[in-house]
């Protein structure tokens, strides 16, 4: 079993970055793979980014290729997402979530474990 726990949200100007960080508790974190999920008001959950375990595949939403990176470093049990070149669009709350089978597919597999998110607003 892993625990999720999001941190690193705040407010922001369009075009500045943000570093979302989401630590895992548990024995291991290696053997799963995460993604990067947000809500924005009003809206569905949307995918954002996954990552395998072993950091060797990525996978993103066409809305955030090329602005945002999502890495992971086990040793520290983490999982990032660098958030750069913000839109307004992007405000939203951000969910990490984790499974044990190593798909960076959006939503071919069901995502078991999720955190409780963060809040990222962007501003103009």
């Known amino acids: 079993q892993v625990q999720l726990r999001e941190s690193g949200g705040g407010l922001v100007q369009a075009g500045g970055s943000l570093r979302l960080s989401c630590a895992a508790s548990?024995?291991?974190?290696?053997?799963?793979?995460v993604a990067w999920f947000r809500r924005a008001p009003g809206t569905e959950r949307e995918f954002v980014a996954a990552?395998?375990?072993?950091?060797?595949?990525?996978n993103y939403a066409d809305s955030v290729e090329g602005r945002f990176a999502i890495s992971r470093d086990d040793s520290a049990k983490t999982v990032y997402l660098q958030m750069n070149s913000l839109k307004l669009e992007d405000t939203a709350v951000y969910y990490c979530?984790?499974?044990?089978?190593?798909?960076?597919?959006?939503?071919?597999?069901?995502?078991?474990?999720w955190g409780q998110g963060t809040q990222v607003t962007v501003s103009s």
């Open positions: 548990g024995r291991t974190f290696n053997n799963y793979a």
């Open positions: 979530a984790a499974r044990r089978i190593n798909s960076v597919n959006a939503d071919r597999y069901p995502w078991d474990h």
């Open positions: 990552i395998s375990w072993s950091g060797g595949l990525s």
